[in-house]
């Protein structure tokens, strides 16, 4: 990353998928602490990408299948990467995450590689079961990985273009995100924290449960 005086170049990589109700409103949003958006379109029928195309500093790549929030993740990464971008800000297009928080993601990492929302230090509006696998989940990768995981599914992250460069995802799924953390742990790099709150309002969850439990189990033992 560029040094303390220096402002670093940041972009957001948001994947999405049949996110024409909320789309524009979040990667409008984004854009007012970011340099530039990079939305992956993975494979919506819904003409959500039109919604977006006129926007400036938004680049919108369109894959040509449904391939999953890994694959579209690293998709983005690869474009973040190659546009030489300091930082790496992703979020859900579902308007889960409150974009205003970007600036601590990015303030707190002058201290870490990897930075992850925390969303279990209030969980009153987050559902029963997301609590209890993600606590799971979480416990799991802190032995793993040997450090402290608080909230290991939370898919609004920063992330240290250093850490791009050598960390990579191969699984396509909802999985990735603990990939992500396992290869990073794994390759020495930091992991830390911020606190943020999560909206849950009308937008229905396209994380397939065994799935993702499966996906979780595959990568865990790798």
Same mark, same amino acid.
């Given at each position: @990353?560029?040094?303390?005086?220096? !402002?670093? !170049?940041?972009?957001?990589?948001?994947? &999405?998928?049949?996110?024409?109700?909320?789309?524009?409103?979040?990667?409008?949003?984004?854009?007012?602490?970011?340099?530039?958006?990079?939305?992956?379109?993975?494979?919506?029928?819904?003409?959500?990408?039109?919604?977006?195309?006129?926007?400036?500093?938004?680049?919108?790549?369109?894959?040509?299948?449904?391939?999953?929030?890994?694959?579209?993740?690293?998709?983005?990464?690869?474009?973040?990467?190659?546009?030489? &971008?300091?930082?790496?800000?992703?979020?859900?297009?579902?308007?889960?995450?409150?974009?205003?928080?970007?600036?601590?993601?990015?303030?707190?990492?002058?201290?870490?590689?990897?930075?992850?929302?925390?969303?279990?230090?209030?969980? !009153?509006? @987050?559902?029963?079961?997301?609590?209890? *696998?993600?606590?799971?989940? *979480?416990?799991?990768?802190?032995?793993?990985?040997?450090?402290?995981?608080?909230?290991?599914?939370?898919?609004?992250?920063?992330?240290?273009?250093?850490?791009?460069?050598?960390?990579?995802?191969?699984?396509?799924?909802?999985?990735?995100?603990?990939? @992500?953390?396992?290869?990073?742990?794994? *390759?020495?790099?930091?992991?830390?924290?911020?606190?943020?709150?999560?909206?849950?309002?009308?937008?229905?969850?396209? @994380?397939?449960?065994?799935?993702?439990?499966?996906? &979780?189990?595959?990568?865990?033992?790798?």
């Amino acid at each position: @990353m560029n040094s303390l005086n220096q !402002k670093p !170049k940041v972009c957001a990589v948001i994947p &999405f998928y049949n996110e024409n109700d909320f789309l524009f409103d979040v990667v409008s949003e984004t854009l007012n602490f970011v340099d530039k958006v990079i939305a992956v379109n993975d494979g919506s029928s819904d003409g959500s990408e039109k919604t977006i195309n006129n926007l400036e500093q938004v680049q919108v790549i369109s894959l040509n299948h449904n391939y999953g929030k890994g694959y579209a993740l690293q998709v983005g990464f690869n474009e973040s990467i190659k546009q030489n &971008f300091d930082i790496a800000i992703t979020l859900d297009a579902d308007k889960q995450h409150n974009p205003a928080f970007i600036p601590e993601f990015i303030s707190q990492l002058n201290y870490f590689d990897i930075v992850i929302g925390n969303r279990l230090n209030d969980t !009153k509006n @987050m559902p029963v079961q997301r609590i209890l *696998s993600n606590k799971i989940t *979480s416990s799991l990768l802190t032995i793993k990985t040997r450090q402290k995981i608080l909230d290991s599914q939370c898919g609004y992250r920063g992330y240290k273009a250093e850490l791009l460069k050598i960390v990579k995802s191969y699984s396509y799924g909802y999985e990735a995100e603990s990939e @992500m953390i396992i290869y990073a742990a794994r *390759s020495g790099f930091k992991i830390g924290f911020v606190n943020i709150s999560t909206i849950y309002g009308n937008e229905k969850s396209k @994380m397939n449960s065994v799935k993702a439990i499966f996906g &979780f189990i595959k990568v865990f033992f790798k």
